[in-house]
């Protein structure tokens, strides 16, 4: 069941986005070669609390850490632990925080110091697809239009996206209806309306599309071990278009 957010709910989802964004917005500086996931993990915790929110995903279906951390051939679900970061890495952190019961998510990929040309590219590419997909959301547009937008962007440039991760609709829960998949049918799937909040969130792989979950039960990589990008924004479907939720 999709539901649609009263302007008083969309007051405290944009509050739950701007800690996500602000979160974000401090890692820029805080992640460099030599520190650990698991301090990634620690400073973003204490951003999310220090503005009176809790991290959405810790517990979370039983999820070990306050946001996830996945590196290179990782794409998403990343546990935070003792690995340290390289330069020359990339890493993607997804963010959630829950303020007085309502949720904001958005992932970001980080370049650790210089990074290829190749993984520039890709970083570029994954946020431009992200935008191409926020292009068709307007009222009347269906979700398949979002979906169909993301999915020939990244084709065009050469890369995949996995099959079984999408993006969502968020709320009182991090996770609700509509699923948003990165691939689909113009024309197709949930109509979209005024008031509904979604996360959409290319994940995109320079390599193949298939993905492999790790023994740990959450990480997944691509099973080529080619690098994963993801970028995230929360946002609501206004009268002629959209609003993203989780941006300063
Ligand atoms: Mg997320
Ligand atoms: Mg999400």
Same mark, same amino acid.
């Given at each position: 069941m999709i539901i649609l957010k009263t302007p008083r709910e969309i007051a405290l989802l944009k509050e739950a986005g701007r800690i996500v964004a602000l979160v974000h917005k401090e890692l820029e500086s805080f992640i460099r070669p030599g520190i650990t996931t698991k301090e990634i993990d620690i400073f973003a915790e204490n951003v999310i609390r #220090?503005? !009176?929110?809790? %991290? /959405?995903? #810790?517990?979370?279906?039983?999820? %070990?850490?306050? +946001?996830? +951390? /996945? &590196?290179? *051939?990782? +794409? &998403?679900? !990343? &546990? %935070? *632990? #003792?690995?340290?970061?390289k330069e020359g890495d990339i890493v993607s952190v997804d963010v959630g925080a829950c303020y007085k019961g309502y949720h904001g998510d958005s992932a970001w990929t980080y370049a650790v110091g210089n990074v290829s040309e190749d993984a520039k590219r890709l970083m570029k590419v994954t946020k431009e697809a992200l935008f191409e997909g926020l292009k068709q959301a307007k009222p009347n547009n269906h979700v398949g239009d979002i979906s169909s937008a993301i999915e020939s962007y990244v084709r065009k440039n050469g890369y995949t996206s996995p099959y079984d991760y999408t993006g969502?609709? +968020? !709320?009182? /829960?991090?996770?609700?209806?509509p699923m948003v998949p990165n691939y689909g049918i113009a024309g197709h799937g949930p109509l979209l309306k005024e008031g509904m909040v979604i996360a959409v969130e290319p994940m995109v792989h320079m390599g193949k599309s298939d993905v492999i979950v790790l023994d740990d039960d959450w990480g997944v990589v691509t099973a080529d071990h080619s690098l994963a990008a993801h970028y995230e924004h929360t946002i609501v479907i206004t009268k002629d278009g959209y609003e993203i939720l989780t941006s300063l």
């Open positions: #220090k503005n !009176g929110a809790t %991290p /959405s995903f #810790k517990g979370y279906q039983g999820f %070990p850490g306050a +946001v996830c +951390v /996945s &590196i290179n *051939d990782m +794409v &998403i679900h !990343g &546990i %935070p *632990d #003792k690995r340290k970061l969502h609709g +968020v !709320g009182t /829960s991090i996770h609700e209806d």
